[in-house]
């Protein structure tokens, strides 16, 4: 079914002349759902509910002449979230807006923030002390999208197959843009899922226009405004 969809907007893509690099970010999305979606992937062979055989407890009790067959509960994996936050010009007007969404997040999950503009920058401890965030947050000209998300998946405790990324940004640059769609590839294929947050998806008759929000609109598992007010 996803993979239908995918394969009818490439072909509505490619009549609108979309981008190649737009067009290989469409089969990338169709290549993680494929794979997400094989048979039996993720599950153990020996599950019975939420218990699990304990084969080495099972061939110890063997050992001392007992045929007791020994089960374990699956202990739940600690997922974590990873947030970029663009701190670029365009959206100096929304990173206030976003912040008590943030403050809340430090608080009650795992989480990792970094604020990007040309560069990257960890503010974690920042919203932790809460009204010290802001000034770790400098507002400067231009956005290296590509840029921060590579820098993510570089980082020696970044993102696993079970954590989730949030993604803050109006997507209005891309930086390299061969080098945006290929580290958005790679993250989609690292994280369980993919989040976007654009405060412009608010505004009436939103449709994503720039290069980058349409490679977005292909990869993010979940595209929405998140929580901020329409532009006035």
């Given at each position: 079914m996803v993979e239908a969809e995918v394969a009818e907007g490439r072909q509505a893509s490619r009549a609108e002349g979309e981008p190649r690099s737009v067009l290989r970010a469409q089969g990338a999305a169709a290549e993680v759902a494929r794979r997400r979606g094989l048979p039996g992937r993720g599950k153990t062979r020996f599950g019975l509910g939420r218990r699990f055989l304990d084969v080495p407890r099972t061939a110890r009790n063997r050992l001392f002449g007992s045929a007791r067959i020994a089960f374990r509960r699956q202990r739940p994996k600690k997922r974590r979230l990873f947030v970029l936050l663009d701190v670029s010009g365009s959206m100096e007007a929304y990173v206030g807006r976003y912040l008590p969404a943030l403050f809340a997040l430090v608080r009650e999950r795992d989480v990792r923030v970094f604020a990007f503009a040309t560069g990257v920058a960890e503010v974690t401890e920042a919203?932790?002390?809460?009204?010290?965030?802001?000034?770790?947050?400098?507002?400067?000209?231009?956005?290296?999208?590509?840029?921060?998300?590579a820098a993510l998946l570089e980082d020696p405790k970044g993102p696993t197959p079970r954590d989730d990324v949030l993604i803050i940004s109006d997507g209005w640059e891309a930086g390299d843009r061969e080098a945006f769609v290929a580290a958005l590839v790679a993250l989609r294929r690292r994280c369980r899922q993919l989040i976007w947050w654009n405060p412009d998806v608010a505004t009436k008759g939103f449709r994503p226009t720039s290069f980058a929000m349409r490679v977005v609109r292909r990869l993010a598992d979940i595209l929405e405004s998140g929580p901020v007010a329409e532009k006035a």
């Open positions: 919203l932790r002390q809460g009204g010290e965030a802001l000034e770790a947050v400098r507002f400067g000209r231009g956005t290296l999208l590509g840029d921060a998300i």
